[in-house]
Nanobody, 115 residues
Framework: QVQLVESGGGLVQPGGSLRLSCAASGFTISSYTMKWYRQAPGKERELVAL???????HYSSSVKGRFTISRDNGKNTVYLQMNSLNPEDTAVYYC?????????WGQGTQVTVSS
């Protein structure tokens, strides 16, 4: 059974940092592109970052230079290091893996940036 479990969210002050984790089970992440999305209140879910099985990465323009996606294939876990956080980064963050033709999602982890 495929499962993705996010952790690491919380409340942080503007300018602070958080590291999100996404632990996968039921499949091996090394063979798949893994993604982080976020959804802010009243907004559509948006792609934040992706990491291909070949090691390429892509970031949305709003987080490029501040966020870093990485993976530890030995731990079957994907990470999102978030630095220089600002209130516009407040959202529920979701991990995604596409095992064609199915998309798998975690339950999400809340990130709140506020003073």
């Amino acid at each position: 059974q495929v499962q993705l479990v996010e952790s690491g969210g919380g409340l942080v002050q503007p300018g602070g940092s958080l590291r999100l984790s996404c632990a996968a089970s039921g499949f091996t992440i090394s063979s798949y592109t893994m993604k982080w999305y976020r959804q802010a209140p009243g907004k559509e879910r948006e792609l934040v970052a992706l990491h291909t099985s070949g090691g390429s990465t892509h970031y949305s323009s709003s987080v490029k230079g501040r966020f870093t996606i990485s993976r530890d294939n030995g731990k079957n876990t994907v990470y999102l290091q978030m630095n220089s956080l600002n209130p516009e980064d407040t959202a529920v963050y979701y991990c995604n893996g596409r095992l064609s033709p199915y998309d798998y999602w975690g339950q999400g982890t809340q990130v709140t940036v506020s003073s």
